[in-house]
T-cell receptor
Framework: GENVEQHPSTLSVQEGDSAVIKCTYS??????FPWYKQELGKRPQLIID?????GEKKDQRIAVTLNKTAKHFSLHITETQPEDSAVYFC??????????????FGSGTRLSIRP | DAGITQSPRYKITETGRQVTLMCHQT?????MFWYRQDLGHGLRLIYY???????DKGEVPDGYVVSRSKTENFPLTLESATRSQTSVYFC????????????FGQGTRLTVV
């Protein structure tokens, strides 16, 4: 079945440095790729997304890139700050043509920012 | 965020009992999802629904039952709870089946003893 692989599972970076999280998806029909941030004890929240007709998208210190040929997409956080510490999830979604459209998540990356 | 509500927030139940987790939305979004979150497994899809009376199995549906008689409600029932079903359960909603993300409820922490 469809799956999304996410790496690394844990990541520790110095405050001010950049962090990169990578994901690979299996369903070639996937055309939407959201990223979620989950703080301890809270619900996952959508922070950025990218559609298959776009190669890169930026929102302040966060950027996502998509390589459809390789079925890879990545989250880049620049100038990391303590409040960036959280678990990050990538996800993929294929359109619902012959069946309903589901959202499949990666296993998560725990990002820690060292002061 | 107030548009999706899960209840109860916390539940302790005994092995073998039936328990139902509720999810209610006020936005009339067509799609609703149930995920479970366990350490090391991320968010795994249990069941999802594209509209009232339409439900589909996700990655880990065994031991769970869902129904969606009304657009706004999507209850998840554990027919005979097992310890392996101890988890945090999240309900999520999505406006469409296309290029749209999901918004999550606050979660229900279920402990099966």
């Amino acid at each position: 079945g469809e799956n999304v692989e996410q790496h690394p599972s844990t990541l520790s970076v110095q405050e001010g440095d950049s962090a990169v999280i990578k994901c690979t998806y299996s369903d070639s029909a996937s055309n939407y790729f959201p990223w979620y941030k989950q703080e301890l004890g809270k619900r996952p929240q959508l922070i950025i997304d990218i559609r298959s007709n776009v190669g890169e998208k930026k929102d302040q210190r966060i950027a996502v890139t998509l390589n459809k040929t390789a079925k890879h997409f990545s989250l880049h956080i620049t100038e990391t700050q303590p409040e960036d510490s959280a678990v990050y999830f990538c996800a993929s979604r294929a359109p619902g043509y012959s069946s309903a459209s589901k959202i499949i998540f990666g296993s998560g990356t725990r990002l820690s920012i060292r002061p | 965020d107030a548009g999706i509500t899960q209840s109860p927030r916390y539940k302790i139940t005994e092995t073998g009992r039936q328990v139902t987790l509720m999810c209610h939305q006020t936005w009339s979004h067509s799609y609703m999802f149930w995920y479970r979150q366990d350490l090391g497994h991320g968010l795994r899809l249990i069941y999802y629904s594209a509209a009232a009376d339409i439900t589909d199995k996700g990655e880990v549906p065994d031991g769970y039952v869902v129904s969606r008689s009304k657009t706004e409600n999507f209850p998840l029932t554990l027919e005979s709870a097992t310890r392996s079903q101890t988890s945090v359960y999240f309900c999520a909603i999505s406006q469409t089946g296309g290029e749209a993300g999901a918004f999550f409820g606050q979660g229900t922490r279920l402990t099966v003893v």
